[in-house]
């Protein structure tokens, strides 16, 4: 049994495509659509965790576009 720091989550790749800026009014990142959290924690999500993420990112996109 492995001890101390819980195995890092690798099975969901980040969303993040390198063009980092929080955009003042959503408090989004203006690359990836993340909030402050969401990338901070992004590392101790399980695979659970980083789909809803996902999820919610799709759900920003699509209201972004609407």
């Not at 049994?1 to 980040?14: K, L, N, Y």
């Not at 399980?46 to 972004?64: G, N």
Request: aromatic share 2%; charged share 30%.
């Amino acid at each position: 049994m492995r001890r101390g720091r819980p195995a890092v989550d690798q099975t969901v790749p980040s969303p993040c495509i390198a063009q980092c800026k929080v955009d003042k009014a959503s408090q989004h990142c203006t690359g990836c659509l993340r909030t402050l959290d969401e990338i901070r924690d992004w590392r101790v999500m399980d695979a659970a965790e980083k789909q809803a993420t996902l999820q919610r990112i799709a759900a920003r996109r699509t209201a972004a576009a609407a």
